[in-house]
Nanobody, 126 residues
Framework: QVQLVESGGGLVQTGESLKLSCAVS????????MGWFRQRPGEERERVAA?????????YYSDSVKGRFTISRDNAKNAVYLQMNALKSEDTAVYLC??????????????????WGQGIQVTVSS
């Protein structure tokens, strides 16, 4: 069973940075497309960023985070990261790590994810 565990969340002020980490165990990590989603209370889960399993590192970013967030992965450490810069109050949400075994990272969505982390809170205070 694949397990994903997020860390690095917390409370920051507007304009500051935060780096989320996701440790993956129980599977062949380098064969999974990895992604980060976020969810605010009462809203649907939103895809934030995704990265392919292959060495080409194809990446996706939502328009709301493009230019501020960077997704990366370290296959040797079975980990994926989300560097979040210039944080805004609207970035406040629970952030979830996700893994999808098949398909393209660009096609990753909340409906086709194979494994989810438990989520971690990020709060940006103005």
């Amino acid at each position: 069973q694949v397990q994903l565990v997020e860390s690095g969340g917390g409370l920051v002020q507007t304009g500051e940075s935060l780096k989320l980490s996701c440790a993956v165990s129980g599977g062949t990590f380098d064969r999974y497309n990895m992604g980060w989603f976020r969810q605010r209370p009462g809203e649907e889960r939103e895809r934030v960023a995704a990265i392919s399993w292959s060495g080409t590192d194809v990446t996706y970013y939502s328009d709301s985070v493009k230019g501020r967030f960077t997704i990366s992965r370290d296959n040797a450490k079975n980990a994926v990261y989300l560097q979040m810069n210039a944080l805004k109050s609207e970035d406040t949400a629970v952030y979830l790590c996700a893994a999808r075994r098949l398909g393209s990272a660009l096609a990753m969505s909340a409906s086709n994810v194979d494994y989810w982390g438990q989520g971690i809170q990020v709060t940006v205070s103005s």
